[in-house]
């Protein structure tokens, strides 16, 4: 969840504050608020497809790599949210299994 929440603040910032004048790319944080609700109640479903959204993202930062350090942040927290929901998925249906 803290990787998530890291990833919304960083996108706002990125776009609205961190350049010369706000970017109408500040709309690439939406999709990242809708899986939060799913994601404190806990619902399997949500940290699978959150596996996959995190995707995009990560490619952002990747191409965006020479603008420094919210590139290399970005980077950071998409791979811990994809390592985080894959744990999370993986030890609930071994826990499930058992």
């Known amino acids: 969840m803290a990787s ?8 706002l910032a990125w776009e609205l504050w961190l ?6 790319w500040v709309l690439k944080v939406l999709p990242l608020c809708v899986p939060v609700a799913g994601l404190l109640k806990r619902r399997m479903y949500t940290y699978r497809w959150v596996s996959l959204l995190v995707w995009p ?3 952002e930062g990747i191409v965006r ?3 420094g350090l ?5 980077v950071a927290l ?7 929901c894959a744990v999370h998925v993986r ?3 071994k ?3 058992s």
């Open 57 to 59: 993202y990560f490619m």
């Open 78 to 84: 998409t791979v811990t949210l994809f390592a985080a």
């Open 70 to 74: 919210p590139a290399m942040l970005e």
């Open 91 to 93: 030890l609930r249906l």
């Open 65 to 67: 790599w020479n603008e």
């Open 19 to 24: 350049p010369e004048r706000p970017s109408p």
């Open 4 to 11: 998530l929440l890291g990833l919304i603040v960083l996108s």
């Open 95 to 97: 826990n499930a299994a």
